[in-house]
């Protein structure tokens, strides 16, 4: 896939973290020229921060922000999401992309805020975004072109790993890549504590810790192949890691993980209000 994409105008409606993470992404990559972003808040201190930083246009006013942008995106939260829209409702054009990131708002529900035949992109970053190694879904809307689709594909390719997903599994996909990097912290600092506990100063276990989470993400992605035979090259018969298994599975971290993604997952479908 091509992902060699320009835009000629982006509208950041709502330039907080994700919408900070976004533009510089996209700025920093030459998606887009930064004379050619306009960013919207709902503080005034927020957009003298980005325009600082970037020296995009700021604006107060959703709706000029959005007029002539070529993609709309779409970062305030959730339960502000509905009455933003409505601020866009009948003002955007056959050719912009409202293209969403708000957790739990389908693209139906977009469509039904904006009115008319509106192309609605919706996708689900994670915070890893920030540092370029992000995972994003992506879909369409009713009224999105493949094309289009494929352009938010390939915007959220600048900020990590993208891929295009059926809609009935974003719940799925916020409560796994989108929360995951909070429970996978945990675990970063509980294999920390281990290390603590054996003597190591806390900051070596902590980098020997993160970089071992890093180092394995990387073995199954890179490698293709099923985690659990990659976890019996490490498992030596009658060595150390099939002891510390035996404790894994005692304290019940399997059953604990998948729990606490479907937990985060059914939470996602109920962000909205309205
Ligand atoms: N953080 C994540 O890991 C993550 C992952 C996937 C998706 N998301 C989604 O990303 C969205 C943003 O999350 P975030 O963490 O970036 O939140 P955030 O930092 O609070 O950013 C939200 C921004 O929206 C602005 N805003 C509020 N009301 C507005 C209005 N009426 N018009 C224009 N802008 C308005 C806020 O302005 P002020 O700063 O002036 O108050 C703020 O800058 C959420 O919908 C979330 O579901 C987040």
């Not at 306009?38 to 325009?51: I, M, P, S, W």
């Not at 601020?87 to 293209?99: N, Y």
């Amino acid at each position: 896939m091509d992902d060699e994409v320009r835009l000629r105008r982006l509208a950041v409606i709502g330039a907080g973290k994700m919408g900070e993470t976004l533009m510089s992404a996209l700025i920093g990559s030459g998606v887009v020229d930064a004379g050619d972003v306009a960013a919207t808040a709902k503080h005034r201190a927020r957009l003298d921060h980005v325009e600082e930083r970037f020296a995009v246009q700021t604006s107060l006013d959703n709706a000029e922000a959005a007029a002539g942008a070529e993609v709309v995106l779409l970062c305030v939260k959730p339960q502000v999401a509905g009455s933003v829209l409505e601020q866009l409702a009948g003002k955007l054009g056959p050719d912009q992309v409202l293209l969403s990131i708000v957790a739990g708002l389908t693209t139906a529900a977009i469509e039904e805020h904006l009115g008319g035949e509106p192309a609605v992109v919706r996708a689900m970053p994670n915070t890893p975004s920030r540092i370029g190694s992000g995972m994003t879904a992506v879909c369409g809307g009713r009224w999105a072109t493949p094309a289009q689709v494929d352009l938010g594909r390939a915007l959220f390719s600048r900020i990590g790993r993208s891929l295009v997903l059926d809609e009935k599994h974003f719940d799925a996909v916020t409560g796994l890549s989108a929360s995951g990097p909070a429970f996978i912290y945990i675990v970063i600092e509980s294999m920390a504590e281990g290390g603590v506990k054996l003597g190591l100063p806390r900051a070596v276990a902590t980098e020997l810790a993160a970089q071992t989470c890093l180092g394995a993400g990387r073995m199954v992605i890179e490698k293709g192949e099923h985690p659990a035979l990659l976890k019996d090259e490490v498992t030596t018969p009658a060595g150390c890691t099939i002891d510390g298994i035996l404790k894994l599975e005692e304290g019940g971290l399997r059953v604990t993980l998948i729990k606490a993604i479907v937990e985060a997952g059914q939470r996602a479908g109920g962000l909205v209000d309205g």
